[in-house]
């Protein structure tokens, strides 16, 4: 599969249900508030984030892109990721979700399921940035909660999850064998 960011309802479209349902599929997540902030500084180093030439903060930026006047996300990249990996019924399509905090222990369980145990993960983009809570304050804080409030409910974040959790590597249907169907 090429690299790129689509959701699991596009990849069962593209696949077809039947093909799909044969086939071990799997996502990553990321904390809700690790993900703001990743997102902030995505767009900082972009230059999307300025106003007047100036960087616009933190907390200005989430009370634009997550604040109460917003009643849905300008695009998906700003909506819960339980979005990006339900169908229209809220139903999760994927077999496994995994958290971004334990990628390597995660993506090692992934690699086990399909058989390839020899895969690696190489870490190709790399941020110097400091540790998300430091970006927060009590406002900006519950402000992420209410917009990723489906996140933290289906995958059990809370703000102090910086890893030290085990992820909860979620299952939304059991499969009898979760090899990869060469066939088709």
């Given at each position: 599969m090429p690299f790129r960011h689509t959701t699991a309802h596009e990849w069962r479209n593209e696949f077809g249900p039947r093909r799909w349902d044969r086939r071990f599929s799997f996502a990553f997540v990321r904390n809700p508030w690790d993900r703001a902030v990743s997102l902030y500084s995505f767009r900082v180093d972009r230059g999307d984030n300025r106003r007047e030439g100036e960087v616009v903060p933190f907390g200005a930026w989430v009370e634009e892109t997550f604040g109460d006047e917003r009643q849905s996300p300008a695009n998906i990249w700003d909506g819960p990721q339980v979005d990006w990996l339900s169908d229209e019924n809220g139903h999760l399509l994927v077999d496994f979700v995994g958290r971004f905090e334990r990628l390597s222990a995660d993506f090692a369980h992934?690699?086990?399921?399909?058989?390839?145990?020899?895969?690696?993960?190489?870490?190709?983009?790399?941020?110097?940035?400091?540790?998300?809570?430091?970006?927060?304050?009590?406002?900006?804080?519950?402000?992420?909660?209410?917009?990723?409030?489906?996140?933290?409910?289906?995958?059990?974040?809370?703000?102090?999850?910086?890893?030290?959790?085990?992820?909860?590597?979620?299952?939304?249907?059991?499969?009898?064998?979760?090899?990869?169907?060469?066939?088709?």
């Open positions: 992934v690699c086990e399921v399909i058989g390839r145990e020899d895969a690696s993960l190489p870490h190709l983009k790399t941020s110097s940035r400091s540790a998300y809570p430091g970006y927060y304050d009590d406002r900006t804080r519950q402000i992420v909660a209410d917009w990723f409030a489906p996140d933290i409910e289906a995958f059990g974040y809370t703000f102090a999850d910086q890893g030290d959790r085990i992820g909860n590597g979620k299952t939304s249907r059991p499969r009898p064998n979760h090899r990869e169907d060469k066939s088709g």
